[in-house]
């Protein structure tokens, strides 16, 4: 059963869903986040379409969502918190 934590990041509260650990290391991998060149911008949009399930306009629009609101800190930070919910860490 996959694993729900909400979090809140900058006044916004954002539901997470575990995905499996093979979908993550191949988003890992497809966007060479574990060597080669990287694609920052689409591993965080791919992240976020499968890992932020509320609200949903993240879950849909992944980082447009963000571009629209010209938010670059949110995105950061909830990028570390989906990272850290993956991983299991506190």
Do not use: C, H, W
């Not at 869903?17 to 920052?40: A, V």
């Amino acid at each position: 059963m996959a694993r729900k934590k909400e979090v809140t990041v900058n006044g916004l509260k954002f539901i997470l869903q575990s995905i499996s650990p093979q979908s993550y290391m191949e988003i890992n991998d497809e966007y060479g986040m574990t060597g080669g060149r990287r694609n920052t911008a689409g591993y965080i949009d791919e992240l976020f379409k499968n890992v932020v399930i509320e609200p949903k306009e993240v879950n849909t629009q992944g980082m447009d969502y963000f571009n629209q609101n010209d938010d670059i800190d949110t995105t950061e930070k909830l990028l570390k918190e989906v990272e850290s919910f993956l991983r299991g860490r506190k």
